[in-house]
């Protein structure tokens, strides 16, 4: 089964920038979709961003042109550029993935559409 760390997480302060890591091990399956989720307190859990393997990426409104996801298959490891960050932002950031992904094109995430997911790392912006 595949297991997925996330690293990077920290306090910044507004209009900063962080870059999370999320490595992935025991992987049977190449072709797996990547996802970022964030999750704040008393809220629920929102797809950040997806990548399909075709390279295909997909963000939700609240972070386009600010955020931008990556993978780096010979490290198995996916990265999230976070830019111009703000209060709106903090929230704990999970790492996902779908096994067997067959989707050509991403799309903004969706919670039950992933299997594996890792831990979190905090991410908390001050203004």
């Known amino acids: 089964q595949m297991q997925l760390v996330e690293s990077g997480g920290g306090s910044v302060q507004s209009g900063g920038s962080l870059r999370l890591s999320c490595a992935a091990s025991g992987i049977t399956d190449n072709s797996a979709c990547m996802a970022w989720f964030r999750q704040a307190p008393g809220k629920e859990r929102e797809g950040v961003a997806s990548i399909v393997s075709s390279g295909s990426t997909s963000y939700a409104d609240s972070v386009k042109g600010r955020f931008t996801i990556s993978r780096d298959n010979a490290k198995n490891t996916l990265y999230l550029q976070m830019n111009r960050l703000n209060p709106g932002d903090t929230a704990m950031y999970y790492c996902?993935?779908?096994?067997?992904?067959?989707?050509?094109?991403?799309?903004?995430?969706?919670?039950?559409?992933?299997?594996?997911w890792g831990q979190g790392t905090q991410v908390t912006v001050s203004s």
């Open positions: 996902a993935a779908r096994s067997r992904c067959r989707w050509a094109v991403a799309v903004v995430p969706e919670f039950g559409n992933y299997n594996y």
